[in-house]
């Protein structure tokens, strides 16, 4: 079955500073993955996703990610992070069944 | 479009008692899917469904759970009876595409049990 690792529970940054926040996935075959941000009591929205094609994939609100499969990890960046970034991100896998996996998340907090 | 649509957004219910979870998806889109949110747990995904038939429901966590969608713009969950365990917030998503589709989520709904 497919799954991914979120490595961190919590990502502290500076503002205007560079941020990446890790993921690591197990998959049989080529893996669909995506990344998702929750700010609070909201659901869960859309960020990007790789399915095949450049390593990297840019997204919504200046995000990217880059997809390593020797490292097999897709971790998410920004070159200049902003306070109003700070949420709680997940990384997510999708494959040929289907369904959704999502990792436990990683509250990122940007401080000015 | 009005997105996926949840309700209701929060609920406050006793022990015991039956909780219904109710979801509209986005227009066109074939697939459905249930999760739960909690601190201790994350995101746990329930059941999902294609063109309204159940794929997979091996997340339901025990037979108090049954979710069903009759027909494509409307799906339920429904606890029967209800325990304080249960409380967390649960997410109805869809999506249009098979495997490579990004879902589209609902604002929630905020299940307290006491």
């Known amino acids: 079955a497919q799954s991914v690792a979120q490595p961190e529970d919590q990502v502290n940054v500076a503002e205007g500073n560079p941020l990446t926040v890790k993921c690591t996935y197990s998959?049989?075959?080529?893996?669909?993955l995506f990344w998702y941000v929750q700010y609070p009591n909201r659901g869960l929205q859309f960020l990007l996703k790789?399915?095949?094609?450049?390593?990297l994939v840019k997204g919504s609100y200046g995000f990217e990610a880059e997809f390593n499969k020797s490292q097999t990890s897709f971790h998410l960046k920004k070159p200049s992070a902003l306070v109003s970034d700070s949420a709680l991100y997940f990384c997510?896998?999708?494959?040929?069944?289907?369904?959704?996996?999502f990792g436990a998340g990683t509250r990122l907090t940007v401080k000015p | 479009d009005a997105g996926v649509i949840q309700s209701p957004r929060h609920e406050v219910t006793e022990m015991g008692q039956e909780v219904t979870l109710r979801c509209k998806p986005i227009?066109?889109?074939?697939?459905l899917f249930w999760y739960r949110q909690t601190m201790m747990r994350g995101l746990e995904l329930l059941i999902y469904f294609n063109n309204n038939v159940p794929i997979d429901d091996s997340g339901m966590p025990e037979d108090r759970f049954s979710a069903k969608m009759p027909n494509a713009s409307f799906s339920t969950l429904k606890i029967q009876p209800s325990e304080p365990r249960d409380s967390a917030v649960y997410f109805c998503?869809?999506?249009?595409?098979?495997?490579?589709?990004?879902?589209?989520f609902g604002e929630g709904s905020r299940l307290t049990v006491l």
């Open positions: 790789y399915i095949t094609g450049d390593n």
């Open positions: 998503a869809s999506s249009p595409i098979r495997d490579t589709g990004e879902l589209f």
């Open positions: 998959v049989s075959g080529n893996p669909y």
């Open positions: 997510a896998v999708r494959d040929r069944n289907n369904d959704m996996r």
């Open positions: 227009s066109g889109h074939d697939y």
